[in-house]
């Protein structure tokens, strides 16, 4: 079955540490999204890519980075730069822009 | 600016009851409107959509209608069950750059739904 799929679940990041999150998509979808989830509120997009070795900066980019190697792959890494990491972060992708985004299972990403 | 403004929830309802989460927006031009549902611990899934004014989406016995005239697309059940039990968020979509594959989804704050039996 075609998905978006990430990976880990569960995330503990130490202060002072980057850490990455794998987002792997199956559906031939051109674009792909980072958003970050807290409680009580909605969405908000951090990074977005419509094509390989492209991309852009969401709402929210300040203290994390992306990479576009392969249409498949979409981490995110969130850097020490980011004072507050403690969220729910979700993976989507998109074929042709007037289509809806396609969600992942997110992980939740805690700091011991 | 584009925004969308959902009711605050949560609301609790018995099953079998009839549900109501209102949605308004404020958008320029035409967007497409979606309903997103949220299940403890996972992801969003699409439950339906509506591109053009007038249109209806409905899936799983929900149902919203795209409403120009008021800026509504109130997501509706005429009968819920325990499992319905989960947020579910409004969001309008509109696309970021002219023929190209990326579009942006703003979304509501969400609305917790809790079903009891």
């Known amino acids: 079955d075609g998905g978006i799929t990430q990976s880990p679940k569960y995330l503990f990041r130490k202060e002072g540490q980057n850490v990455t999150l794998s987002c792997e998509q199956n559906l031939n979808h051109d674009a792909m999204y980072w958003y970050r989830q807290d409680p009580g509120q909605g969405l908000r997009l951090i990074y977005y890519?419509?094509?390989?070795?492209?991309?852009q900066k969401g709402d929210i980019a300040e203290g994390y980075s992306v990479s576009r190697e392969k249409k498949e792959s979409f981490p995110l890494t969130v850097t020490s730069a980011q004072k507050n990491p403690t969220a729910f972060y979700l993976c989507a992708s998109s074929s042709s822009g007037g289509q809806p985004q396609h969600f992942g299972d997110g992980t939740r990403l805690s700091i011991l | 600016g584009n925004s969308v403004t959902q009711m605050e929830g949560p609301v609790t309802l018995s099953e079998e009851a009839f549900l109501t989460i209102n949605c308004t927006y404020t958008a320029t031009g035409y967007p497409s409107l979606f309903w997103y549902v949220q299940y403890p611990g996972e992801g969003l899934q699409l439950l339906l959509k509506a591109t053009k004014a007038d249109d209806k989406g409905s899936n799983k016995g929900f149902e919203a209608t795209y409403r120009k005239e008021t800026t509504s697309f109130h997501l509706e059940k005429g009968s819920v069950q325990v499992s319905d039990s989960a947020v579910y968020f409004c969001a309008l979509l509109f696309l970021m750059n002219y023929g190209g594959a990326t579009n942006k989804l703003i979304f509501g704050t969400g609305t917790l739904l809790a079903v009891q039996p």
């Open positions: 890519s419509q094509i390989v070795n492209d991309f």
